[in-house]
């Protein structure tokens, strides 16, 4: 976190002395070296480890995609946060550390998922001055830190700003994104791919948001490919948990805005608590109307339209359907991205996307290969954390400017 001229506020209680040594977020504090033998002096170094690692993990998220203009205007917000936890912190004159490192690890992930874990010997090492990203990442630093952070709610209840400039015949039906770049935003950034990850679902989260605003039916957004699965284990294990957690901690805001929900691709290699996760958004938000949020989640064009081919192939076997009634229209019903049921209730209802965004490359890697047929592109020049509001409505504005001819003469 960052600090004002008073110095460490967390340390004020346990540094009665002259200053010794730096704290974790390099400022002057004495609780890091104090070797007393009494309860109370031992207790605050221990908290003061537990803390600090909680609190830079926390302070990472912040700062990691905060432009450098707006980290001035964020301090008053972090020092009032410390003065938040200062009570927290006081316990440790009259309680073990253990205590202490519980109740500070629950004041700072309120509203998060994970556990709080009690402080042990370890947590009394020193933090060194300089050089301090590990080499491996955070082990530890960063458990029961989720992609949801406080204040979810407050942002979607703030709508962005209306797009003015286009009339609602501007405005793409079906928006479908390549949501790519995450680890290397974290790697560039000497940050765990994890936390890449978590800003993905964040930058997500505003697109959403942004969509329902304006006007678009349709946002298909590519979450996990067929070809993910030749990752390491311990990344495609990951990105199944913040899924999950995904799926199940943003389910309320999804019904609150009105999204419903679906999920294509091959959901039987996934694990049992996704399944289920998906299972839960689709089920409590089937009523909604206002867009649909279409997840491929173990999804590959080509495999899709092979699927496609076997069904169509069975059904003039079984005699069900006839060869010369095959056409591109019939074989597009047999696609995953098709609703049967929306296409003859809603007048809205779009397979083909109308705008397809992809972030860091400039390829389609598999994503909806049929369906994309006439769709128009826009690559952005950014990594997918990094992609927001601003982006998005430039992708809006280059759309309005396309002259769509499906091959004809305009």
Same mark, same amino acid.
């Given at each position: 976190?960052?600090?004002?001229?008073?110095?460490?506020?967390?340390? #004020?209680?346990?540094?009665?002395?002259?200053?010794?040594?730096?704290?974790?977020?390099? +400022?002057?504090?004495?609780?890091?070296?104090?070797?007393?033998?009494?309860?109370?002096?031992?207790?605050? %170094?221990?908290?003061?480890?537990?803390?600090?690692?909680? =609190?830079?993990?926390?302070?990472?998220?912040?700062?990691?995609?905060?432009?450098?203009?707006?980290?001035?205007?964020?301090?008053?917000?972090?020092? #009032?946060?410390?003065?938040?936890?200062?009570?927290?912190?006081?316990?440790?004159?009259?309680?073990?550390?253990?205590?202490?490192?519980?109740?500070?690890?629950?004041?700072?992930?309120?509203?998060?998922?994970?556990?709080?874990?009690? #402080?042990?010997?370890?947590?009394?090492?020193?933090? %060194?001055?300089?050089?301090?990203?590990?080499?491996?990442?955070?082990? @530890?630093?960063?458990?029961?830190?989720?992609?949801?952070?406080?204040?979810?709610?407050?942002?979607?209840?703030?709508?962005?700003?209306?797009?003015?400039?286009?009339?609602?015949?501007?405005?793409?039906?079906?928006?479908?994104?390549?949501?790519?770049?995450?680890?290397?935003?974290?790697?560039?950034?000497?940050?765990?791919?994890?936390?890449?990850?978590?800003? &993905?679902?964040?930058?997500?989260? +505003?697109?959403?948001?942004?969509?329902?605003?304006?006007?678009?039916?349709?946002?298909?957004?590519?979450?996990?490919?067929?070809?993910?699965? &030749?990752?390491?284990?311990?990344?495609?294990?990951?990105?199944?948990?913040?899924?999950?957690?995904?799926?199940?901690?943003?389910?309320?805001?999804?019904?609150?805005? &009105?999204?419903?929900?679906?999920?294509?691709?091959?959901?039987?290699?996934?694990?049992? &608590?996704?399944?289920?996760?998906?299972?839960?958004?689709?089920?409590?938000?089937?009523?909604?109307?206002?867009?649909?949020?279409?997840?491929? =989640?173990?999804?590959?064009?080509?495999?899709?339209?092979?699927? !496609?081919?076997?069904?169509?192939?069975?059904?003039?076997?079984?005699?069900?359907?006839?060869?010369?009634?095959?056409?591109?229209?019939?074989?597009?019903?047999?696609?995953?991205?098709?609703?049967?049921?929306? !296409?003859?209730?809603?007048?809205?209802?779009? +397979?083909?996307?109308?705008?397809?965004?992809?972030?860091?490359? +400039?390829?389609?890697?598999?994503?909806?290969?049929?369906?994309?047929?006439?769709?128009?592109?826009?690559?952005?020049?950014?990594?997918?954390?990094?992609?927001?509001?601003?982006?998005?409505?430039? !992708? =809006?504005? #280059?759309? !309005?400017?396309?002259?769509?001819?499906?091959? @004809?003469?305009?």
């Amino acid at each position: 976190h960052r600090m004002t001229t008073r110095g460490c506020a967390l340390h #004020a209680r346990f540094a009665p002395s002259p200053p010794s040594s730096r704290c974790a977020h390099r +400022q002057p504090c004495a609780t890091t070296r104090a070797t007393t033998t009494t309860t109370t002096a031992a207790a605050a %170094p221990r908290a003061h480890s537990t803390m600090h690692r909680r =609190l830079r993990g926390e302070t990472i998220r912040r700062r990691a995609d905060t432009p450098s203009s707006s980290r001035d205007r964020g301090v008053s917000d972090d020092v #009032a946060s410390i003065d938040s936890i200062e009570p927290e912190l006081a316990k440790a004159s009259s309680t073990g550390a253990g205590d202490v490192a519980r109740d500070v690890g629950s004041s700072l992930e309120t509203g998060s998922r994970g556990t709080s874990a009690s #402080a042990s010997s370890s947590d009394v090492e020193d933090v %060194p001055d300089a050089g301090w990203w590990p080499s491996g990442g955070f082990p @530890g630093l960063l458990d029961g830190f989720r992609a949801i952070p406080r204040g979810a709610h407050s942002r979607w209840n703030s709508p962005p700003t209306p797009l003015r400039e286009l009339d609602e015949t501007q405005v793409p039906k079906h928006i479908a994104i390549i949501m790519d770049g995450n680890s290397r935003w974290a790697e560039k950034r000497r940050l765990p791919r994890t936390i890449g990850h978590e800003r &993905g679902v964040n930058a997500l989260r +505003q697109v959403v948001r942004c969509c329902g605003a304006w006007g678009v039916r349709t946002l298909t957004v590519f979450a996990f490919s067929h070809e993910n699965w &030749g990752r390491n284990a311990s990344e495609v294990d990951e990105l199944m948990a913040l899924l999950e957690t995904a799926m199940r901690d943003e389910l309320p805001l999804l019904v609150e805005e &009105g999204v419903r929900v679906e999920v294509i691709g091959d959901l039987n290699r996934v694990n049992e &608590g996704l399944r289920d996760a998906v299972d839960r958004a689709m089920t409590a938000t089937k009523d909604n109307d206002k867009m649909r949020l279409v997840v491929a =989640l173990s999804y590959g064009g080509r495999q899709d339209i092979v699927e !496609a081919a076997k069904q169509v192939a069975r059904e003039v076997a079984a005699g069900k359907l006839s060869v010369d009634d095959v056409n591109e229209h019939t074989f597009s019903s047999y696609l995953s991205t098709y609703d049967k049921t929306l !296409a003859s209730s809603d007048i809205h209802f779009a +397979q083909a996307p109308d705008l397809l965004i992809r972030t860091s490359e +400039q390829r389609l890697s598999n994503f909806l290969l049929w369906e994309l047929a006439y769709t128009e592109l826009y690559f952005a020049n950014m990594m997918w954390p990094e992609f927001g509001e601003a982006e998005l409505r430039r !992708a =809006l504005h #280059a759309y !309005a400017k396309r002259d769509r001819r499906y091959g @004809g003469r305009s």
